[in-house]
């Protein structure tokens, strides 16, 4: 009988979420439980396209917008065939940022634009202030409309070990409908 697929879970939110913290911890947790998992982050800085990014990310360089929402793209794109990969070995994969922060992060710019008025100051990474996080969150609240994925939305503000179990529940959950399914078209 063929091996079960792995689950994705994807962690997305607002910058400072807590998104790295809870990755981490939930890929330790599954491991404890006896299930295959590994964690993915995007951006995935080591790459050279990656390279790119953080150098953007941090200001040292500037690329056109519609550039750089095709780099992070790619960046993702990189990572394919290591992620259909694993998912097929049974490999659960815990994503920090996938493309719904391409989206939205991308949207959060066009926003900027009717509503520039708006604008605080920069923290130390661009996209780093409040009026664009709240602007970016604004597109994940339109993203989660879509019903043919399994958003599940969890309460960030809670403690660091309450906000694990709250995830670690629901990705239990998950692993268990996903692998009973085959691997979706996620790629087409
Ligand atoms: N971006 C994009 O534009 N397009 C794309 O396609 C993609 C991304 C994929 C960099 O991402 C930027 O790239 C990001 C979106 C854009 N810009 N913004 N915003 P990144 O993932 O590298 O971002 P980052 O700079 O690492 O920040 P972050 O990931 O948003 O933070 P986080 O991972 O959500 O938080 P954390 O590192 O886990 O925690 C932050 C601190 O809070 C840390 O000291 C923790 O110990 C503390 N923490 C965490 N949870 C708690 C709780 N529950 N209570 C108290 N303290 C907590
Ligand atoms: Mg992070």
Known sequence: MAARRGAL????????????????????A?????????????????????????????KKSDVEDHSVHLLFSANRWE???LIKEKLS?????????????????????????????KRGAFGHERYENEAFQERALQC???????????WKMVDASKSIEAVHEDIRVLSEDAIR????KPLGELWK
């Open 140 to 150: 994940f609240h339109q993203l989660m409309r879509d019903t043919t994925l399994n």
């Open 89 to 117: 070995q049974g490999v659960t994969l815990v994503v920090d940022r996938y493309a719904f922060s391409g989206v939205a992060f991308t949207g959060a710019k066009e926003l900027q634009l009717v509503d520039a008025a």
């Open 30 to 58: 599954l491991c404890a439980a006896g299930h295959r998992a590994e964690l993915l982050r995007f951006p995935e800085r080591s790459t050279e396209i990656g390279k790119l990014l953080s150098s953007y990310l941090q």
């Open 9 to 28: 879970i994807v962690l997305e939110g607002v910058d400072r979420a807590g998104k790295s913290t809870q990755s981490r911890k939930l890929v330790e």
């Open 177 to 180: 409908t996903a692998t009973e």
């Open 79 to 81: 990572q394919v065939p």
